[in-house]
């Protein structure tokens, strides 16, 4: 696994950046922390291990994203990371 | 001249019997590009002041200088429509051990008016002002270096403080006629370099809007207020500052051109697009408590039908001849509003404050129609929820909720929904509304509160409205 980054610091999005770890770990800074933070980690959990990632360390920056672009940049994120493209197979 | 007031701002405090304890008061009509609180207060420090009490109309970013001053025990107690920013972060942490006392523009006049609110000195930046304190906002000599349109809500402060002290940055030959502030009222006037950055009026809270969703909740705003029953010859409006409700006049005024109809009046912070309305004779006359840009600003100038007015005339509720008791339609953005019709225009879904009460109590309770857009996300943040974080505007004031994904009508008003119905408008329970928030976002964990109480939100006759307490 290589240091793989999607998103943008975009109001509404999230930025991942995806590398080598071990076990899931993540690390969360949101504009909406206080409210959402723990969705928001459940979210990237449950989506890299839906992909089938068991190691990985999760650097996201949050500014404000719906469950459905968290989902699609941490997909990204994981793509580029693990060179599995998940889209196609 | 004989009997000029013209003394040094230190000369001019000294002479004001200024003492410990005692409360100031300034006016925001250059918002964020205001000069002088900082530099009054700056001087008040140097001068060994404490516990000195700060009555605004409101404070935003650039008085963020206030949180030192917090700290070394200068100023000890705040009242203001408003906070934004690094004072208003730090405030919502706790730093002032009292709470804010908020209040509206109509509110704080008549808490002036009827002796609920002493100022004993009040220092008012002015953008010309003559030797013996005639004052106002607008440019009178070649000379002058700023501009602010009306000082609406200086002139509680002028008629009704112990003490008067006009700053200006254009001291003009005598008389400086007609001037909202008038001479009687004044003690003092200090000449300082500059009062003011006017090209920072329009920023904050106001802005034009090119995007889309703006632009879509200004035209069913617009459906709103043309299939009201009140669109009719000689209405009268006002519009909050948010980029939706600023970009609803583009569409009401084409539909005032296909139809032939015309206002009497607009009302309010007034903006560039209302000033074009009335230019090209749409709207009779401007009725101003506060410029919300240069272009008002420069209006209020030459314009005899565009009118300066305290913040008493435009808006209090106690005294029945303001002039929101004449206004219409008002239309009106929030940070949240809940299914009871409750609005919060201060205190942001985290808990900070971050915005103004302003004139959104007022107007929405004593307009014929008062409309709210807002969009039922703004990011993750829920727009309609539950229940308001803070309650400002209480439901019953509130008419009608615009959002892009429908339009909720009070139950209290069924003739409006009949008639916005008929017009095939997509009317939608509110409660619909927060529950499309809920399962878009899901449920939000609850907010970090302590016990301090950092902020009191007055009602509009005085009576404390809710609470706020401090973030951990």
Redesign the interface.
Request: proline share 0%.
């Given at each position: 696994m290589k240091n793989s980054i999607a998103g943008t610091l975009e109001?509404?999005d999230i930025m991942v950046t995806i590398g080598p770890g071990e076990g899931l770990q993540v690390d969360l800074q949101s504009?909406?922390a206080?409210?959402?933070?723990?969705?928001i980690k459940a979210v990237i959990i449950q989506t890299l291990e839906g992909l089938g990632v068991k190691d990985a360390h999760v650097q996201a920056v949050d500014?404000?994203?719906?469950?459905c672009t968290i989902r699609a940049r941490v997909t990204a994120a994981a793509v580029r990371a693990t060179g599995k493209d998940v889209w196609k197979d | 001249m004989r009997n000029s007031k013209v003394v040094t701002l230190e000369e001019a405090v000294k002479r004001s019997g200024l003492k410990d304890g005692m409360t100031i008061s300034f006016h925001h009509h250059f918002r964020g590009g205001d000069k002088v609180v900082n530099l009054v207060v700056d001087k008040l420090a140097e001068m060994g002041f404490k516990n000195l009490k700060l009555a605004a109309s409101s404070l935003s970013d650039v008085h963020k200088p206030l949180i030192e001053h917090i700290k070394n025990g200068v100023i000890t107690g705040i009242s203001t429509s408003g906070l934004r920013g690094e004072l208003a972060d730090a405030i919502s942490h706790g730093l002032l051990n009292e709470p804010v006392i908020f209040r509206s523009h109509g509110g704080r006049g008549s808490a002036i008016a009827d002796g609920e609110l002493k100022i004993d000195v009040a220092f008012l930046g002015a953008s010309a002002c003559d030797e013996l304190g005639n004052a106002c906002g607008v440019p009178r000599s070649e000379n002058a270096k700023s501009i602010c349109g009306s000082l609406g809500y200086a002139l509680p402060d002028a008629r009704y403080a112990k003490h008067v002290v006009v700053i200006t940055d254009d001291l003009v030959a005598y008389p400086n006629l007609p001037a909202g502030i008038r001479g009687a009222d004044v003690e003092s006037v200090v000449v300082v370099e500059s009062v003011g950055d006017s090209s920072k009026i329009s920023a904050g809270a106001i802005r034009d809007s090119k995007n889309p969703r703006d632009i879509l909740l200004a035209k069913q705003a617009a459906k709103v207020v043309i299939n009201s029953g009140y669109f009719q010859d000689g209405f009268s409006i006002q519009t909050g500052t948010g980029g939706a409700s600023l970009a609803v006049v583009k569409y009401i005024r084409e539909e005032m051109l296909n139809r032939g109809i015309k206002a009497s009046f607009a009302l309010g912070g007034i903006t560039a697009h209302m000033v074009k309305l009335h230019e090209e004779g749409l709207i009779g006359r401007l009725i101003d408590v506060q410029s919300f840009d240069k272009v008002a600003a420069e209006s209020i100038a030459k314009d005899p039908s565009h009118v300066e007015v305290s913040s008493v005339e435009y808006a209090s509720g106690v005294h029945t001849g303001s002039a929101t008791h004449a206004l219409d339609i008002v239309i009106l953005s929030a940070l949240e509003v809940d299914t009871q019709f409750n609005v919060n225009v201060l205190v942001g879904s985290d808990g900070i404050i971050r915005g103004a009460i302003g004139g959104h109590q007022d107007t929405a309770a004593d307009s014929a129609l008062s409309i709210i857009v807002c969009p039922l996300l703004r990011g993750r943040i829920p727009c309609v929820v539950p229940k308001v974080t803070t309650l400002i505007t209480p439901g019953k004031s509130v008419d009608v909720v615009v959002t892009e994904y429908g339009i909720a009508v009070n139950p209290a008003r069924p003739e409006i929904a009949e008639k916005l119905k008929a017009a095939g408008l997509h009317l939608v329970d509110i409660k619909e509304l927060a529950a499309k928030a809920t399962a878009i976002i899901g449920t939000p964990d609850p907010l970090p509160f302590g016990d301090k109480v950092v902020g009191v939100v007055m009602n509009r006759d005085g009576s404390v409205l809710d609470k706020i307490y401090n973030v951990k």
């Open positions: 109001s509404g504009s909406v206080a409210q959402f933070g723990r969705q500014k404000g994203a719906l469950d | -």
